[in-house]
T-cell receptor
Framework: KQEVTQIPAALSVPEGENLVLNCSFTDSAIYNLQWFRQDPGKGLTSLLLIQSSQREQTSGRLNASLDKSSGRSTLYIAASQPGDSATYLCAVLQGAQKLVFGQGTRLTINP | DTAVSQTPKYLVTQMGNDKSIKCEQNLGHDTMYWYKQDSKKFLKIMFSYNNKELIINETVPNRFSPKSPDKAHLNLHINSLELGDSAVYFC?????????????FGSGTRLTVV
């Protein structure tokens, strides 16, 4: 059974810092990995999608990497801003059937 | 706007009632899902439909019944609501079961059972 773990559960950093969020998964037989952002009381916004054959994807200040063999992904946020404060969720697509989520990292960027 | 839209956004109801949540997507996707986010914010899949066919039915009480009248719509009916059903329910959709472009989520329905 696939299990997805995100570390740390919460992170607070001053504005302007670069930071890394971690995601690990137990079964490397995945189709892809998706990073989402969830603001309080809101839905999920897709940030980046990495296919299993890819190593990384970039969008603006965000860079996500994938090491499928070791079951790890990282989300790198450069030059963090208060508007980046949210919960970040990692999810893996298992067997092209269902997306399995981690429990998220709650990120706070302090002005 | 192209999106996954859910109604209602908020639902407050008494124990024992029956309620429905509706979901529609205009993205041309062929697969739709219901996810439940519990009080600890953990998201777990409940159901999935591909071209109106039920393909995933997780361990969910049979008080929950999904219905997909067509590829663009997926509804969730809940009978005899219980306190433990209080959660945020998210609808999502994807193309080719999410293998190419990932999932798109709606904004959620916050269900409170009192």
């Amino acid at each position: 059974k696939q299990e997805v773990t995100q570390i740390p559960a919460a992170l607070s950093v001053p504005e302007g810092e670069n930071l890394v969020l971690n995601c690990s998964f137990t079964d490397s037989a995945i189709y892809n990995l998706q990073w989402f952002r969830q603001d309080p009381g809101k839905g999920l916004t897709s940030l980046l999608l990495i296919q299993s054959s890819q190593r990384e994807q970039t969008s603006g200040r965000l860079n996500a990497s994938l090491d499928k063999s070791s079951g790890r992904s990282t989300l790198y946020i450069a030059a963090s801003q208060p508007g980046d404060s949210a919960t970040y969720l990692c999810a893996v697509l298992q067997g092209a059937q269902k997306l399995v989520f981690g429990q998220g990292t709650r990120l706070t960027i302090n002005p | 706007d192209t999106a996954v839209s859910q109604t209602p956004k908020y639902l407050v109801t008494q124990m024992g009632n029956d309620k429905s949540i509706k979901c529609e997507q205009n993205l041309g996707h062929d697969t739709m899902y219901w996810y439940k986010q519990d009080s600890k914010k953990f998201l777990k899949i409940m159901f999935s439909y591909n071209n109106k066919e039920l393909i995933i039915n997780e361990t969910v009480p049979n008080r929950f019944s999904p219905k997909s009248p067509d590829k663009a719509h997926l509804n969730l009916h809940i009978n005899s609501l219980e306190l433990g059903d209080s959660a945020v329910y998210f609808c999502a959709s994807s193309l080719l079961r999410g293998s190419l472009y990932g999932y798109t989520f709606g904004s959620g329905t916050r269900l409170t059972v009192v």
